[in-house]
C-alpha cells in the first residue's frame, strides 16, 4: 500500500484557552509515553464534500477550545514527573491519499503494520515535548473511501475520554453543540494521605521474564485477526457458562474471556472466576492500588511494553460500551472501527458491531510468525469452538515452548503452583497466569 501524504497542519485552538500545566495521577504514568493509533472506516456518501479537511479542521479548532489539554505537549515538573503543559501549541492533521480501495484492508485478517500507516507518526526518540498529543489523518482511498487514523497519548486521555473527544469533534463538524462538556479535573485519583495500600497488589510486580537463552533485541512483528461471532453465538457461550457455572448471571463478557481463556489453558470455573475478580474492581480496591503506586520509588517502573503481554498472559479489552460508532462527521458513521497496531502479542480487543445487530468482534494480535499456521476463515456455529481455540491455542503452544519454568526478577523462580495470597485477593490464583490482564474498557 502506498500513500502519498498531501498536507500537514498544526491546528490550534479557535479561543484563547487556559494556560496552565495538568498534573498526572499514577494511574497515567503507568501508561506508556506514546500514542494508542486507532482507525475508522468510511463509505463515500456520494456528497461533493465527503470528509472536507476544511470542515474537519475548522470544527477541530473548535473543539479544541474546551478539549484544551489536547492541543497541549507533555512536560516535567521539578522532580521530573511526567505532567500536561496546556501551553496550545496545536493538534496535528495530515491529509494523504493512496491507491487502494477499503476492502483491501478490511477483512479477516488485517496486518497492523498496514492499519498503523494510516496513523501520523512522530519521534519519540526527541525530548517529550517536541511532539503533539494528538494526531490525525485523513486517507482517502482510490474507491472515495476515507480511513480517519487517530493517534492519541495515552497519558493524555483513555478509552472513553479519548472517544469523548472524537464524537464531540464530530458534532461541531455537523454545528451542533457538544452533548456533553470534557470535565478537565483529576484530582479524585490523587493518593490518600498518607497512602493506605491494603492488598496486595501483584499486578504491579514486574513481568514474568521467560527463561530463554537471549531476549530478543526488538519486539517481534505481529499480525491482528479478525473473527466475528454472531449473536446466537455469542448467546450459546452465554447459555453454556451460566449451565455450568452454577452462580449464573454471566455477562457476555464474562462468557466470552472465559472461553478465550478457556481455549489457552482449561481452567474449572473460569467465567465465575472472572466475575468474581471484576465485583472486587471496587472504589476499595482501586484506591489502594493507587495508594500503592504512591509509595513505590519508581511509579514509572511497573509499566508494561509490548513484552509485558507475552506468553503467558493474556490482555482482553472490552470496547462494547464505548459509543465508538457515534463519530458522524456530517458523511454518516464509520462502517469499522478498531486498533491500528496490535503490538502486544495475546493482547485482543472485544468490538462491538457497527450494523448494531448483536454480533461483536475479536481483533486478536499474534506473532505473525505463529498467526500464519493458522487459516482464519468465517465462523459457523458448530465450529466456533474450534476456530478460536485454533489460533488462541497458539499462545499456549509458544509458552510450552518456552518452558515451564519462568524467572522473576532475574533470579527467584515461579513453579507453576502458587500459594493464595489472600482470601480477598482478587490476583490471587493457583496458576502463573495475571487475571489482571482480563480487562474491561468503559
Known amino acids: 500500500m502506498e ?16 494556560k496552565h500545566r495538568l498534573w498526572s495521577s499514577n494511574l497515567e504514568l503507568l501508561m506508556t509515553l506514546h500514542h494508542v493509533p486507532t482507525v475508522y472506516f468510511f463509505r463515500p456518501n456520494g456528497s461533493s464534500n465527503f470528509f472536507n479537511a476544511q470542515v474537519l479542521m475548522e470544527a477541530l479548532s473548535k473543539v479544541l ?11 516535567r515538573d521539578e522532580k521530573g514527573r511526567v505532567e500536561i503543559n496546556c501551553n496550545a501549541e496545536g493538534a ?18 488485517i496486518r497492523s503494520s498496514e492499519l498503523w500507516r494510516l496513523v501520523p507518526t512522530v519521534d519519540y526518540a526527541a525530548d517529550i515535548s517536541s511532539y503533539p498529543l494528538t494526531l490525525l489523518q485523513v486517507t482517502k482511498f482510490k474507491c472515495g473511501g476515507v480511513c480517519l487514523g487517530i493517534g492519541l497519548q495515552h497519558t493524555l486521555a483513555d478509552g472513553p475520554a479519548g472517544i469523548h473527544f472524537i464524537n ?40 514474568l521474564s521467560m527463561n530463554t537463552d537471549q531476549e530478543p533485541q526488538s519486539d517481534p512483528e505481529t499480525t491482528v485477526s479478525i473473527f466475528k461471532l454472531t449473536r446466537d453465538q455469542l ?7 451460566n449451565k455450568d457455572g452454577n452462580a449464573g448471571n454471566y455477562s457476555t463478557y464474562n462468557s466470552l474471556a472465559a472461553h478465550i481463556w478457556r481455549c489457552v489453558k482449561s481452567f474449572p470455573d473460569t467465567a465465575k472466576r ?15 492500588a493507587i495508594d500503592h503506586m504512591e509509595t513505590v520509588p519508581n511509579v514509572r517502573a511497573p509499566v508494561l511494553g509490548a513484552r509485558g503481554f507475552q506468553c503467558p498472559n493474556l490482555c482482553i479489552n472490552s470496547w462494547v460500551r464505548l459509543p465508538i460508532y457515534e463519530a458522524d462527521f456530517g458523511w454518516g458513521c464509520p462502517i469499522w472501527l478498531g486498533p491500528a497496531k496490535g503490538s502486544q502479542d495475546g493482547k485482543t480487543y472485544v468490538l462491538p458491531s457497527p450494523v448494531k445487530d448483536g454480533s461483536l468482534s475479536l481483533a486478536t494480535c499474534l506473532d505473525t510468525a505463529h498467526m500464519k499456521k493458522q487459516v482464519c476463515c468465517p465462523f459457523s456455529s458448530k465450529r466456533m469452538d474450534h476456530a478460536i481455540s485454533r489460533v488462541l491455542a497458539l499462545v499456549a503452544s509458544q509458552l510450552m515452548s518456552r518452558r515451564e ?23 490471587s490464583s493457583e496458576t502463573p497466569m495475571k487475571w489482571w490482564d482480563v480487562g474491561r474498557s468503559g
Open 3 to 18: 500513500i502519498t501524504t498531501k498536507k500537514s497542519t498544526m491546528v490550534y485552538p479557535a479561543e484563547e484557552t487556559q
Open 65 to 75: 477550545v474546551p478539549f484544551y489539554p489536547m492541543a497541549g505537549r507533555l512536560a
Open 92 to 109: 496535528l492533521f495530515v491529509e494523504a491519499e493512496t491507491d487502494v480501495v477499503i476492502d483491501d484492508l478490511i477483512g479477516d485478517t
Open 168 to 207: 464531540s469533534w464530530a458534532e461541531s463538524a455537523r454545528g451542533l453543540p457538544l452533548s456533553a462538556e470534557p470535565h478537565i479535573d483529576r484530582s479524585l485519583l490523587r493518593a490518600r494521605d498518607p497512602p493506605t495500600p491494603t492488598f496486595h497488589h501483584v499486578e504491579y510486580d514486574p513481568p
Open 235 to 241: 448467546n450459546t457461550l452465554k447459555d453454556k457458562a
Open 274 to 288: 472472572i466475575q468474581t475478580i471484576l465485583k472486587r474492581m471496587d472504589d476499595e480496591y482501586l484506591r489502594s
Open 405 to 427: 519454568t519462568f524467572k522473576f526478577g532475574g533470579s527467584v523462580k515461579v513453579e507453576r503452583k502458587r500459594e493464595r495470597q489472600s482470601d480477598r485477593d482478587p490476583f
